[in-house]
T-cell receptor, first 113, second 113 residues
Framework: SQTIHQWPATLVQPVGSPLSLECTVEGTSNPNLYWYRQAAGRGLQLLFYSVGIGQISSEVPQNLSASRPQDRQFILSSKKLLLSDSGFYLC????????????FGPGTRLTVL | GESVGLHLPTLSVQEGDNSIINCAYSNSASDYFIWYKQESGKGPQFIIDIRSNMDKRQGQRVTVLLNKTVKHLSLQIAATQPGDSAVYFCAEYLSFGNEKLTFGTGTRLTIIP
């Protein structure tokens, strides 16, 4: 079966510090991968998605970047965090064009102080 | 851009009653729809999906109805239980499009014991 992992589960970082959130998927090959951000009490905002190694599409220009160094690894980064980067970050995967359902990881709660 | 929206942000239902969560979508070309359940502090969990060539699909205690004429989607939960309390999101997808889901803002369902 397929599983998706995210870490850390929670993170408190000062403004201006760097960020690295990691997501890995097990049990499937060449998945589509997605990063979402969710503000408190709000819906999901798609940040980045990737259909293959090294292929990243950005949805919203902002203080974040994403990379996919391996087939089942997706990393969300920032060089300098802003207060507005606080939120709940979710990674998701899907099989790709043949299957549209996205499956979500447990999320990372980021608080920028 | 077009997005999925929800009629009601909150809904309270007595335990044991049926609940109906509604969703309006604006992209008439969307051909795949998903309902997700998100419990507090967790990632969204897939509940049920429906393709545009169907108008009804049933799962365990859940039914999704699709009315393409008025671009309306609903999730019915039968005999609600305390564990059904969560935020429910609908999402739409355009096959062979940009491989992205568009999420609504969510409805918070509270089950009253």
């Amino acid at each position: 079966s397929q599983t998706i992992h995210q870490w850390p589960a929670t993170l408190v970082q000062p403004v201006g510090s760097p960020l690295s959130l990691e997501c890995t998927v097990e049990g499937t090959s060449n998945p589509n991968l997605y990063w979402y951000r969710q503000a408190a009490g709000r819906g999901l905002q798609l940040l980045f998605y990737s259909v293959g190694i090294g292929q990243i599409s950005s949805e919203v220009p902002q203080n974040l970047s994403a990379s996919r160094p391996q087939d089942r690894q997706f990393i969300l980064s920032s060089k300098k965090l802003l207060l507005s980067d606080s939120g709940f970050y979710l990674c998701a995967w899907s099989y790709g064009r043949d299957s549209d359902t996205q499956y979500f990881g447990p999320g990372t709660r980021l608080t920028v102080l | 851009g077009e997005s999925v929206g929800l009629h009601l942000p909150t809904l309270s239902v007595q335990e044991g009653d049926n609940s109906i969560i509604n969703c309006a979508y604006s992209n008439s070309a969307s051909d795949y729809f998903i309902w997700y359940k998100q419990e507090s502090g967790k990632g969204p969990q897939f509940i049920i999906d429906i393709r545009s060539n169907m108008d009804k699909r049933q799962g365990q205690r859940v039914t999704v109805l699709l009315n393409k004429t008025v671009k309306h989607l609903s999730l019915q939960i039968a005999a609600t239980q305390p564990g059904d309390s969560a935020v429910y999101f609908c999402a739409e997808y355009l096959s062979f499009g940009n491989e992205k889901l568009t999420f609504g803002t969510g409805t918070r369902l509270t089950i009253i014991p």
